[in-house]
């Protein structure tokens, strides 16, 4: 496709329930970013995947956040056992190459909503 | 403790005058910068970015300054008009502008209102 796909484009799970996202980037591009926006705050950065490898998992809050990109191209956000603060929209960008100066191209985003 | 610093939630300016977004970051370590803007349901779109070794860059109606020594850096968007009413977010990288990784450090955002 011509841009960043993500979905669902929203969310609704009960608290301590299981969801997965999933982001499917610009074709070619290596690089592919999850971020987290929740209300009134800026993008929080999660994971970033080069290829196939996680390259930096470093925003991830905690164990119960996983992600893969398999076979280098879709990649899929996990969250298990859903809290109410995962709220949030969660944001995919992809890059041809990694690296901030070339430029990321986001997707409309989950808007995941845990009641 | 955050990194970069959106001070103004929302900036109002009247059509045709000059819009003027501020955005201050604290840690040395950063070394690209960039703006990016959002409009509602929609992903954040890359709009302009400035490597630390510059001091300036523009880019048609947009202009980015760039202060390191106040760790400050503003976008001027001249004439300001009503499609750049949107939500403009500040992000930093300290990944090097020569292709770093780093996921970028963004600030809260200012919602930018222009009045016809």
């Known amino acids: 496709g011509a841009g960043v796909s993500q979905t669902p484009s929203n969310k609704v799970t009960e608290k301590g329930k299981y969801v997965e996202l999933r982001c499917d980037p610009i074709s070619g591009h290596t690089a592919l970013y999850w971020y987290r926006q929740s209300l009134g705050q800026g993008p929080e950065f999660l994971i970033y995947?080069?290829?196939?490898?996680?390259?930096?998992d470093s925003g991830l809050p905690n164990d119960r956040f996983f992600a893969v990109r398999p076979e280098g191209s879709v990649s899929t956000l996990k969250i298990q056992r859903t809290e109410r603060g995962d709220s949030a929209v969660y944001l995919c960008?992809?890059?041809?190459?990694?690296?901030?100066?070339?430029?990321?191209?986001f997707g409309s985003g989950t808007r995941l909503t845990v009641v | 403790d955050q990194q970069v610093k959106q001070n103004s939630p929302s900036l109002s300016v009247q059509e045709g005058r000059i819009s003027i977004l501020n955005c201050d970051y604290t840690?040395?370590?950063?070394?690209?910068f960039l703006w990016y803007k959002k409009y509602p349901a929609e992903g954040p779109t890359f709009l302009i970015s400035i490597s630390s070794i510059k001091d300036k860059n523009e880019d048609g109606r947009f202009t980015v300054f760039l202060n390191k020594s106040a760790k400050h850096l503003s976008l001027h968007i001249v004439p300001s008009q009503p499609g750049d009413s949107a939500v403009y977010f500040c992000?930093?990288?300290?990944?090097?502008?020569?292709?770093?990784?780093?996921?970028?450090?963004f600030g809260k955002g200012t919602h930018l209102i222009i009045q016809p």
């Open positions: 992000a930093a990288s300290a990944g090097g502008s020569g292709g770093g990784a780093d996921g970028l450090t």
């Open positions: 995947f080069q290829g196939t490898g996680a390259a930096d």
């Open positions: 960008a992809s890059s041809p190459i990694a690296g901030a100066n070339y430029g990321y191209t």
């Open positions: 840690n040395s370590m950063f070394d690209y």
